[in-house]
């Protein structure tokens, strides 16, 4: 079957570094994606990865190796505001969206 | 503003009750999808429509029904509904086929809850 697998929770300090780890086993690959979804709203769109390597957009980054399917979404400067859950998807071969169940970020002072 | 908008925003109903949501996308785009999204568990894709056709319905009870009457605009009624059905509810929409970076769109969602 089709599995993403990130960690439920984590906890960083508010101008820290953290790393959000996403690992997955699909039928195919067409395009690893970072979504943040703040309590109550809607999930919206933070990077998109197709070829292995770094994409960096400001104080986020994404990171993907396919062969060991396996992804990071990296936060710089944490802000208070950065609390909220990152979700992580893959676009199977089907161009199917299978999603992770999420990781709860908190941040404090 | 993501260009897609749900009503309502919240839902309390009895297990007997008749009820629709609804969803509008501003986008332009020809595809959109209901999900269902539970505490802790992964988004669940329930229904997808791609140029008002239904393409996919992922084994979802019956007492789930869509409705897609243009690519605009999709609802979904509900009708003696469980417990366990309370979840957010989110529409999506996007274009297909995708280019390579494009993704879906979510609205807010219906946070729904039955009694």
């Known amino acids: 079957g089709q599995n993403i697998d990130q960690p439920t929770e984590m906890t960083a300090t508010e101008g820290a570094i953290v790393q959000i780890n996403c690992t997955y086993q699909t039928s195919g690959f067409n395009g690893l994606f970072w979504y943040q979804q703040h309590a109550g709203e809607a999930p919206t769109f933070l990077s998109y990865?197709?070829l292995d390597g770094l994409e960096e957009k400001g104080r986020f980054s994404s990171f993907l190796s396919r062969s060991k399917g396996y992804s990071y979404l990296l936060l710089k400067e944490l802000q208070m505001k950065d609390s909220a859950s990152y979700l992580c998807?893959?676009?199977?071969?089907?161009?199917?969206?299978?999603w992770g169940a999420g990781t709860k970020l908190i941040i404090k002072p | 503003e993501t260009g897609v908008t749900q009503t309502p925003r919240h839902l309390v109903m009895g297990m007997t009750n008749k009820k629709s949501l609804k969803c509008e996308q501003h986008?332009?785009?020809?595809?959109m999808y209901w999900y269902k999204q539970s505490a802790k568990k992964p988004l669940e894709l329930m229904f997808v429509y791609n140029f008002k056709e239904q393409t996919e319905n992922n084994s979802v009870p019956s007492r789930f029904s869509p409705e897609c009457p243009n690519s605009s605009h999709l609802f979904l009624h509900l009708h003696t509904l469980q417990p366990e059905d309370s979840a957010l509810y989110l529409c999506?929409?996007?274009?297909?086929?995708?280019?390579?970076?494009?993704?879906?769109?979510f609205g807010p969602g219906t946070r729904l809850l039955v009694l």
């Open positions: 990865n197709v």
């Open positions: 998807a893959v676009r199977d071969s089907n161009y199917q969206l299978i």
């Open positions: 986008l332009g785009h020809n595809a």
């Open positions: 999506a929409s996007s274009q297909d086929p995708p280019g390579q970076q494009e993704t879906q769109y």
